[in-house]
């Protein structure tokens, strides 16, 4: 079950068709942090954005008011319960009058140490990370992408990832795995659904300044990039806002390694 709510929309148009921003927009997760400045990229280029959270509804209203433009929604779903992709995709489908990007941005993240956890905690941690970090977001990309195929318009779908991926998650072993799984996810479907005008492209974080890594955010983690920072969570929501673009359709199937040289492979 989802619940919602929504600003008055006009009549949904082709936009996509159009070549003009107009369009539909699912950002997952969107309450805060990067989710939050996503959803402002988007908005702030004309398209209407749908706002998920699966709790924090207070954090995601106030995004929601923060987006300029019209017919924007709020949908709550808790996207580790198996089905919730389907009533999410179908409610973003009735409330804006269809989807033509794609943002999976829901992710949890809980530390499980192997050398510290007990084998129960272990076992939670893994099941609960692979719940919303992959299983969620390739139901939320199945159906949007069996919808945009309905249309037969096209759409982009783009995946919020992680350098972790690359260079490790010793104390959040599957986040890190969650999230190799996902570019390969991406990957998988960008070959999948070109034939049907579908580009699917992920990004790879390394930190970011959010509210979720604050107490993180030490000397040493911004030293790990040569510019001396970390990323704002609007340096990664151009990077997505550019791959849901159509002048990076032949960058569908890319990993775009968001991370200031921090990582470099």
């Not at 107009?22 to 990229?41: D, F, Y």
């Not at 049907?196 to 790990?224: C, K, N, W, Y």
């Amino acid at each position: 079950m989802s619940d919602h709510h929504t600003n008055p929309a006009p009549a949904p148009t082709d936009a996509r068709k159009e070549g003009r921003a107009g369009r539909n927009v699912l950002v997952t997760g969107a309450s805060r942090g990067i989710g939050r400045a996503i959803a402002l990229a988007f908005a702030e280029q004309g398209d209407r954005v749908a706002v998920h959270c699966a709790s924090r509804p207070e954090e995601a209203e106030r995004t929601l008011r923060r987006l300029p433009g019209h017919g924007h929604a709020l949908l709550r779903a808790d996207l580790g319960e198996p089905g919730a992709a389907a009533g999410l995709v179908a409610e973003v489908v009735d409330r804006l009058g269809g989807i033509d990007v794609v943002v999976n941005n829901a992710a949890v993240n809980t530390p499980h140490p192997p050398e510290s956890t007990p084998y129960a905690e272990w076992r939670r941690a893994w099941e609960s990370t692979f719940a919303v970090n992959v299983f969620a977001a390739a139901d939320v990309s199945y159906l949007a992408a069996r919808h945009m195929i309905g249309r037969g318009v096209g759409g982009h779908i783009v995946n919020v990832g992680s350098r972790g991926a690359y260079k490790g998650e010793p104390d959040h072993p599957a986040y890190g795995a969650s999230k190799a799984a996902l570019h390969s996810l991406g990957q998988s479907l960008a070959v999948a659904l070109a034939p049907h005008g579908i580009t699917v492209a992920s990004v790879a974080p390394g930190f970011v300044a959010t509210e979720r890594v604050a107490d993180r955010l030490t000397e040493r983690v911004r030293a790990q990039s040569p510019f001396g920072r970390v990323a704002s969570p609007e340096e990664v929501a151009a990077a997505v806002r550019y791959l849901a673009s159509p002048e990076a359709v032949w960058s569908s199937g890319a990993v775009l390694d968001v991370n200031g040289a921090s990582h470099l492979r």
